[in-house]
């Protein structure tokens, strides 16, 4: 059906075996808990998230290539657990692991793909030679993989996996490691693919900025849980604010200057020690002037003004208290491991795919045979 989500996730939880409690009671890490979610066609969605909260591990299980421990999910029309090919089929995924060293030519691995996922050999040249073109990869494409530099190589990753047009790609943080400019040629490239082809797109990234600027819907994540949905511009409206800092030539001032401005909100002005008046608030563009005419009134002379907008630190930081770079390898939720089994196939399957170490992770893993 046209209009069912290309994505509803329900329930989605995944616990692993926690290796370092080899105690009586074996213990297990909930990864990701009770994934509750849907992607429209066409949206482009962003997950972030500090280090070891989740998202990986959401993808994993979203592109079958671990299974949940529970919940599950509809990917492209199909359930990841009943229907795990029909899913591959119609997906794109490019895992966080780079490329491994292939002897192959980069042009060669392409066409490999498009043989992989039955295109003719016309349409695969043609359609690698549109990559090639778009991803900036022409000076390197006759090159071997084991030659490419690390930020060629993620070029080549995404490249490999849109080679079969998939409507719906996976992109595990597509940018980490790429100089600023080969960053915005990949961003344009992914703008240009939904313009396009409407694919929609969900991937992660560490880069605030990249998720604010391009993706209109960002999910943040953390130990294991979604905590925020919605474009940047509403979760930053909604739950930072712009921070508003008055300068004036004394702290009597200064002083004053408090209660005209708590008039005018009801968002808490601080007075700091330094002599400087601030507050957070989300219509802070409206309130610098209103601020500075009201201030005029009452006879205190601003000596400096300045509004700084949020970014989505700033949100992370209003919903967990903590920003994202102190947020790292946050603890994920401990729990006695019930089912007494743990997730020992799981884990191979992991390690499976990350040996393979395939450009696009899941081609890699189905075509272990190939390599
Ligand atoms: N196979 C596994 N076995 C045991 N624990 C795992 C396994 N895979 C992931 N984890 C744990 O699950 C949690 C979530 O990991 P995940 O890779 O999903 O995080 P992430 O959000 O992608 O982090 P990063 O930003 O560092 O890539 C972490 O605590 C991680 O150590
Ligand atoms: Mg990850």
Known sequence: MANEPIIEAQG?????????????????????SDLTFQVARGELVAFLGPNGAGKSTSLRMLTTLIPPTSGTARVVGHDILSRPADVRARIGYVGQLTSGSF?????????SQGAFYGMSKA????????????????????????QLSGGQK????????????????????????????????LWQHILDLRQKYGTTVFLTTHYLE??????????????GRVIADDTATALKANLAGDVLTFGFASKADAAAAVAVIQRLTDREVRLTEDGTVSLTAPDGDALLPTAVRALDAAGIQVARATGVPPTLDDVFLALTGRTLREAGEGEPTEEEDSTGQGDGPDEKNRDAADAASGSAELAAEKTGARR
């Open 103 to 111: 002897s192959q030519r980069a042009r060669d691995e392409l066409l």
């Open 210 to 223: 990249e998720a604010d600027r391009y993706a209109e819907r960002v999910m943040v994540m953390d130990k």
């Open 123 to 146: 349409a695969s040249k043609a359609r690698a030679d549109e990559l090639i073109e778009s991803l900036d990869l022409s000076g390197f494409a006759n090159r071997a993989v084991q």
């Open 154 to 185: 993620r070029r080549l990753d995404v490249a490999l996996g849109l080679m079969h047009a998939p409507p719906l790609i996976f992109l595990d943080e597509p940018s980490t490691g790429l100089d600023p400019q080969s960053r915005a040629n």
């Open 12 to 32: 989605l939880t995944k616990r692993f075996p926690d290796q370092q409690k080899k105690t009586a009671k074996k213990k297990s890490v909930e990864a990701v």
